[in-house]
T-cell receptor, first 112, second 114 residues
Framework: KQEVTQIPAALSVPEGENLVLNCSFT??????LQWFRQDPGKGLTSLLL?????REQTSGRLNASLDKSSGRSTLYIAASQPGDSATYLC???????????FGTGTRLQVTL | GAGVSQSPSNKVTEKGKDVELRCDPI?????LYWYRQSLGQGLEFLIY????????KSGLPSDRFSAERTGGSVSTLTIQRTQQEDSAVYLC????????????FGDGTRLSIL
């Protein structure tokens, strides 16, 4: 059974700092990996999707990498802003491509 | 609207009652998913619809839970004889063609069982 772990569970950084969120998964036979953000009381917003054949994806200040063999992904946020404050979730789609398994998330707070 | 729409946004009901939660996916999206988010369990998959294929119901926690998708669009998740442990946020998502693509989520229905 796929297990997805995110470290740290919570993180507080001052505005402007670059930061890295970590995601690890136990079964490397994945179809893709997705990063989402969730604001309080809201649904999830898709940030980046990395297919199993890819190593990284970039969108603006966000960069996600994937090392399938070691079961790891990182989300890099450059020049963090208070508006980046949210919970970040990674989710893994198995090789059978049916349903996502989510990590428990990292709660990020960017302070002024 | 352009996004996934869920109703109601909040539902409070007494233990033992039945509830229906509705999801309107993004127009043209063939894949629809239901998830449950609770404090103790995180985000869990419930059920997945793809076009006219038989749904993947492997995540439904008991036979009190059922879902249908009419006309390949709107979906309803029904919970019969609700229990307190059913209290959670129920999230719906859709994607254009299937699981290999980004999933777009609604804001969820917060269900509270008294």
């Amino acid at each position: 059974k796929q297990e997805v772990t995110q470290i740290p569970a919570a993180l507080s950084v001052p505005e402007g700092e670059n930061l890295v969120l970590n995601c690890s998964f136990t079964d490397s036979a994945i179809y893709n990996l997705q990063w989402f953000r969730q604001d309080p009381g809201k649904g999830l917003t898709s940030l980046l999707l990395i297919q199993s054949s890819q190593r990284e994806q970039t969108s603006g200040r966000l960069n996600a990498s994937l090392d399938k063999s070691s079961g790891r992904s990182t989300l890099y946020i450059a020049a963090s802003q208070p508006g980046d404050s949210a919970t970040y979730l990674c989710a893994v789609m198995p090789g059978t491509a049916s349903k996502l398994t989510f990590g428990t998330g990292t709660r990020l707070q960017v302070t002024l | 609207g352009a996004g996934v729409s869920q109703s109601p946004s909040n539902k409070v009901t007494e233990k033992g009652k039945d509830v229906e939660l509705r999801c309107d996916p993004i127009s043209g999206h063939t894949a629809l998913y239901w998830y449950r988010q609770s404090l103790g369990q995180g985000l869990e998959f419930l059920i997945y619809f793809q076009g006219n294929s038989a749904p993947d119901k492997s995540g439904l926690p008991s036979d009190r839970f059922s879902a249908e998708r009419t006309g390949g669009s709107v979906s309803t998740l029904t919970i019969q004889r609700t229990q307190q442990e059913d209290s959670a946020v129920y999230l719906c998502a859709s994607s254009l063609r299937g699981p290999g693509e980004p999933q777009h989520f609604g804001d969820g229905t917060r269900l509270s069982i008294l």
